[in-house]
């Protein structure tokens, strides 16, 4: 712990604001992980079935349009979510700073 308390001090870190980042990557990484698993292991099985076809089979067209609405639906949440994440957590922590603010305007 004294190392963490030694880097706050000289980068002057906000725990609140990493915490949450990393927490939301981790479950971005980890959905996008168990999606890709699954989908491939599916387009896998069913590219087995059809070795040696000339045509690419319906199913597996639909499969992989499957796969790039979900990779397109997660992206984009990726993005909102992040930047919510991101300025709910800068509003947190710059609330005592705009008080702060606030009463100096009102001193001066």
Known sequence: MDFLKRIDRETKLRWKTII???L?????????MGVTWHFTHDLAQFASNY???KE???D???KAKTIILIYLTLGICGIFSAS???YITYMITHKPLNELGNLLEKIA
């Not at 939301?24 to 996008?32: F, K, L, V, Y």
């Open 24 to 32: 939301a990557i981790t479950i971005g990484i980890i959905a996008i």
């Open 56 to 58: 690419i089979p319906p």
């Open 51 to 53: 070795f040696g076809a």
């Open 20 to 22: 949450p980042l990393a």
């Open 84 to 86: 919510a994440i991101v």
């Open 60 to 62: 597996i067209l639909n």
